[in-house]
C-alpha cells in the first residue's frame, strides 16, 4: 500500500503524467468543442480500472454497457473498451506484478503465479489473434451474449462462494489444471475477442473455486486480460473511439494503480460478491432491454 502512496506522490511521476495527457489531448485533431462534451469519460475510465483491476474482470464489464447506452455499434464497443483496458489494465498488471515481486515470491501459496499466467497468455492471444485476423463472427449480438456471459459467470461466483467455505487454500497446480488453464486460454481468448472481456474473468473464477489464494487469482487474471488486450487492440485500430480514450484511457491508469490497495483490504467473501452482483445487475439490464 505504501508502495503506491508513495507512486502517486511522486512528483516527478504526477508531472510525467499529467504532462503526457495534457499532450495526448493538444496533439489530437478534435476541436476544444468536441472534446468538451466527453470530459465525463474520465470517471469511466477510473470506475472502470477500479473494479477490473481488484476483480481480475476485464474493463469491459463497465464499458460495454455504457457504450451499448450510448449507441456506439458491436465493433466501435469492443475496440474502445480495448483501447481504455490497454491503459487501466496494463496500470494494474505492473502494479500486481510489483506486489509480486517485493511480497509474494517466496510465498508458498503464490508459487504458480508465473506458471498460470505463461500459459492461459500464450493460448488466449493466440486465439484472439485467429479470431480477429480471420474475423470470426460472435455467435450472437454483442449485446446478448455480453448480458449472459455477465449472468451466467455472477450466477456462479454466487454459488461457489459458500460451497467451498472452510476449505484449505491451495498451493500446487494439479496436472488436470495446466489442462484447464490450456482450455481456458482458448475458450476464453475466443470470447475476449468478441466480447472485450472473458479471458481474465474465467481465469479467476477457476482458480477462486480451485481454491488458491484470492489475491492470486486477481493479480493473474489482471496480467492476463492486459497481455490479452494489447495483442487485440493492434486488430482493431481503426474502429477506436479515440474522443473516448482521451479521457477515459490515462484516468484507467489512476484507477489500475489504486486498485491492488482496495483488494488487499478486501474479505475474499465480499470481493466475490462485489463482482458477482455488478454482472448480475449488468446481465438482467441487457436481458431485459
Known sequence: MNQNKSLLANPLFILLFISTWVGLILSS???WQVL????????????????????????????????????????????TSFAIQCFGMTAGAITWYHHYHTEKTD?????????????????????????????IPSPASLTFSFSWFSLVLGLFIIITIYSFKGSKERSQLAPYDYIALLVIGI??????????????????I??????FD????????????????WFAIFHLQVDIYWQVVLFAGPAAVVGGIFAKTIVTHLSATKLKLFFACWLLISGLAGVIS
Not at 475458450?187 to 472485450?196: N, P, V
Not at 477457476?206 to 481454491?211: D, E, F, S
Open 107 to 135: 510465498l508458498r501459496l503464490w508459487q504458480g503465479f508465473k506458471r498460470i499466467i505463461s500459459l492461459t497468455s500464450i493460448t488466449s492471444i493466440l486465439t484472439i489473434s485467429l479470431a480477429l485476423y480471420l474475423s
Open 36 to 79: 468538451i462534451g466527453y470530459v465525463h469519460f474520465t470517471l469511466l475510465g477510473v470506475v472502470g480500472a477500479i473494479f477490473a483491476n481488484s476483480t481480475g474482470a476485464g474493463g469491459g464489464v463497465i464499458f460495454i454497457p455504457m457504450f451499448n447506452q450510448l449507441n456506439f455499434t458491436e465493433v466501435e464497443s469492443v475496440a
Open 214 to 229: 484470492i489475491n492470486m487469482a486477481v493479480a493473474c487474471a489482471v496480467i492476463i486480460s492486459a497481455i490479452s488486450v
Open 206 to 211: 477457476y482458480l477462486i473455486v480451485r481454491r
Open 187 to 204: 475458450f476464453g481468448g475466443a470470447i475476449t475477442a468478441w466480447l472485450s472481456v472473458g479471458v481474465g474473468e474465467i481465469v479467476a
Open 29 to 31: 485533431s478534435f476541436s
